[in-house]
């Protein structure tokens, strides 16, 4: 399958203005279309390790993200994102075209795509067992993730944990991952040589940007991951990192608060998440500094 970096220069964007360009996202594939230059640009540099879909596959998100239209494009420009032909959300200043795709298609797996049960959650692998980080924005899991998966843990996902009720197994949407304010300059003193996309600033989150996932993770989005930790973590500024244990019964009600559709699936849905926690083990994690945070979790998957 080819990957979007061997399309020929300007195809990628050709495409995306015109057919649309059809991504392999984990389970899912995507359309996407837009003529935006900024945004192609983006798309081009962020996905490069992504397959292409075949022309057969079905598609799950046709979504397109587009400038809206009327007098105000000349002077204040926003941005629109579009799933199915519809506008799910309000518009948006113009420079924020990417984060806004990027938001869009969060919104379609953990709004439409029931057969996961979908936690708000980091997602990572080592050995085959899963990581699952659940926590709400500013706890510093996306800081946490995105240094773990620049030290050699696999990502699976930087936001979304997705549950088979099948096999309980978690598999894999490797995307761009998003960093917000001070993390964006954690992480580039973290690993130096990493190229970023650009910044975003005053968007509803602060300033926004994204890494490419690592190309061995895209890779492998194929294969999913028995779960084998969970862990809430919190940034704490200066505070050395600790990990405590923590019972079943409190953690299964933190990971009820942090899934999409618990709703939708009742009954199973507490099975589920009953047996997600009987196959993990369980922490809460305090941390202020990330190297030290980054050997605490290689010591606890050495066992």
């Known amino acids: 399958m080819a990957q979007l970096a061997s399309l020929a220069p300007g195809e990628c964007s050709r ?3 015109d057919q649309g360009l059809r991504l392999k996202l984990g389970p899912f594939v995507a359309r996407v279309r837009t003529p935006l230059p900024d945004v192609a640009t983006s798309v081009e540099r962020l996905y490069a390790a992504h397959e292409l879909a075949d022309t057969a596959d079905f598609i799950d998100f046709d979504v397109a993200v587009r400038r809206v239209p009327g007098p105000r494009r000349w002077w204040q ?8 032909g519809d506008s799910p959300f309000n518009p948006l200043p113009g420079d924020q075209g990417f984060p806004v795709l990027e ?57 979304l944990a997705l549950i088979s009720p ?4 978690v598999s ?3 995307r ?3 960093l917000k304010n001070q993390s964006i300059d954690v992480i580039q003193a973290f690993e130096p040589t990493l190229s970023f996309g650009s910044r975003v600033r005053e968007t509803s989150k602060g300033e926004v940007a994204h890494f490419a996932p690592p190309t061995d993770a895209v890779r492998r989005a194929a294969e999913s991951a028995l779960p084998g930790w969970i862990v809430f973590p919190t940034y704490v500024a200066e505070k050395p990192a600790t990990l405590q244990p923590l019972d079943k019964s409190l953690a299964f009600m933190r990971l009820v608060e942090n ?16 047996s997600v926690i009987d196959r993990s083990s369980c922490f809460s994690f305090e941390y202020g500094h990330l190297e030290e945070a980054v050997q605490v979790f290689d010591r606890l998957s050495a066992g």
């Open 172 to 174: 894999a949407m490797p």
């Open 15 to 17: 495409q995306l203005a």
């Open 103 to 159: 938001w869009g298609l969060n919104w379609c797996v953990y709004a439409l795509c029931h057969q996961y049960l979908n936690l708000h959650a980091a997602v990572l692998e080592r050995a085959g067992r899963a990581l699952i980080l659940p926590a709400p924005s500013g706890s510093g899991k996306s800081t946490l993730c995105a240094g773990l998966a620049l030290r050699g843990w696999r990502l699976l996902s930087d936001e």
């Open 259 to 274: 899934a999409f559709n618990y709703d939708v699936y009742g009954v199973e849905g507490f099975e589920l998440l009953g």
């Open 176 to 178: 761009p991952v998003s």
């Open 77 to 84: 420009p926003q941005v629109a994102f579009h799933f199915d």
């Open 166 to 169: 099948a096999d309980g197994r």
